[in-house]
């Protein structure tokens, strides 16, 4: 079970349109990723890797993905929560950090 950040409930919005990818990684951590259509079209994405026991290892949002569909934007956002759940030194887990594009 995963214990959310307050990212991804300040994000959460049930009632627009969006598109999951949930994987559990060979060491146990879970990735998240979720893309949908902002009210006026915008693509935005969710992005939370978890450790094992359901921590929060990162989480963060972006309101804009400009140019890209979901599916586009489901892709890159699932390579992204690999590169840092591996720890890519570049892009090294940190808890509720937020972006934008």
Same mark, same amino acid.
């Given at each position: 079970?995963?214990?959310? +950040? %307050?990212?991804?409930?300040?994000?959460?919005?049930?009632?627009?349109?969006?598109?999951?990818? $949930? #994987?559990?990684?060979? $060491?146990?951590? %879970?990735?998240? =990723? %979720? =893309?949908?259509?902002?009210?006026?079209?915008?693509? %935005?994405?969710?992005? +939370? =890797? !978890?450790?094992?026991?359901? *921590? =929060?290892?990162?989480? #963060? /949002?972006?309101?804009?993905?400009?140019? #890209?569909?979901? *599916?586009?934007?489901?892709?890159? +956002?699932?390579?992204?929560?690999?590169?840092?759940? !591996?720890?890519?030194?570049?892009?090294?887990?940190?808890? /509720?950090?937020?972006?934008?594009?």
């Amino acid at each position: 079970m995963r214990n959310r +950040g %307050q990212l991804f409930w300040d994000w959460a919005d049930l009632s627009l349109h969006h598109r999951t990818h $949930d #994987e559990i990684l060979d $060491d146990g951590t %879970q990735i998240d =990723v %979720q =893309v949908r259509l902002s009210r006026t079209g915008s693509t %935005q994405m969710f992005i +939370g =890797v !978890y450790a094992p026991s359901g *921590t =929060v290892l990162h989480e #963060e /949002a972006f309101n804009s993905r400009p140019g #890209e569909s979901m *599916t586009r934007a489901l892709a890159w +956002g699932v390579g992204r929560a690999r590169r840092l759940a !591996y720890g890519n030194p570049a892009t090294k887990p940190r808890s /509720a950090a937020v972006s934008g594009r």
